[in-house]
């Protein structure tokens, strides 16, 4: 039985595979972090993350939740609702807003001979 612990199955994902949104706050984090004066290792240390987390943010490859965001704006030195305030009002300069979402379409509302109504994602099974 061959073992894979020397291959790595994890993979970076590309800057295209990336969430606007993501990317977007990551940029921001990165500008207040900047402005306050901290290395993402102080920013971690304050925050009780670790510093290759305070990476990932800010490269946009994972997205913050609720908890990391009260712990990341004690350290900044502003509460959590001004820390997300900011965002939006950077985001609101951001290109994120221009870039169009591909969707899928619904393969069993192109179905020519089906009972179902359009649109609808109901199996023909049930």
């Keep these: 039985m061959k073992s894979d612990a020397g291959t790595s199955t ?3 994902k590309a800057a295209s595979e990336r969430h606007p949104l993501a990317v977007a706050f990551g940029a921001y984090l990165k500008a207040v972090r900047i402005k306050a004066n901290k290395s993402q290792m102080e920013l971690a240390f304050d925050a009780s ?28 030195g502003m509460p959590a609702s001004e820390l997300i305030a900011g965002f939006e009002a950077h985001l609101a300069n951001d290109t994120f807003r221009k870039t169009v979402v591909k969707r899928r379409k619904n393969e069993a509302s192109l179905e020519a001979g089906s009972d179902r109504p359009k649109g609808s994602r109901r199996s023909p099974l049930r």
Excluded at 53 to 72: A, C, D, I, K, Q
């Design 10 to 12: 994890t993979k970076s």
């Design 49 to 76: 993350i670790d510093r290759t987390y305070v990476s990932l943010l800010e490269r946009g490859l994972t997205n913050p939740t609720l908890l990391l965001l009260m712990s990341l704006a004690k350290p900044l």
